[in-house]
């Protein structure tokens, strides 16, 4: 009797490591990596959950970025670096700001600075503008059409 009991005890332990095991496994499948790529010929920032290539931010403006010096590639590959950096803490850093020139911005902030991802288009409220953000990044859907920054 005593052999069967704990032939279950045993069992069910290894059943219960086994299944907090597949729990963080599941968990961690379903993080999202960030990349830069193209749709069609316009640079996006990607998210790659499950297999699935999901655009979160299609950089469409050619001279958006002349004042920081940055081509829309450049842009789109350092942003999705800063997405992916940012996933460990949750995205808690991804922020509103305003720029030097007076614009709100959605920024990350790293290290007592604010790096800038991108202005807010005009007319946009702001805090809609980093929910929209934040709501794609943490959660990328298939169904969403990307954030166009013009």
């Excluded at 998210?47 to 655009?55: E, L, S, T, V």
């Amino acid at each position: 009797m005593k052999i069967l009991s704990l032939t279950y005890i045993f069992t069910a332990t290894v059943i219960g490591f086994l299944n907090l095991s597949i729990g963080n496994l599941s968990a961690k499948a379903q993080t999202s990596n960030f990349f830069c790529g193209k749709i069609g010929t316009i640079p996006a920032t990607i998210a790659n959950k499950q297999g699935n290539n999901i655009p979160i931010i299609l950089w469409s403006a050619n001279n958006y970025f002349a004042q920081s010096g940055e081509d829309t590639l450049t842009r789109c590959t350092r942003v999705s670096g800063i997405l992916s950096a940012q996933q460990g803490n949750g995205y808690k850093n991804i922020a509103v700001s305003i720029s030097k020139h007076g614009k709100p911005i959605i920024c990350a902030a790293i290290g007592g600075s604010c790096r800038l991802l991108y202005q807010v288009p005009d007319g946009q409220n702001t805090t809609k503008a980093q929910q929209e953000l934040l709501r794609r990044v943490m959660n990328p859907e298939l169904n969403l059409p990307p954030i166009t920054i013009y």
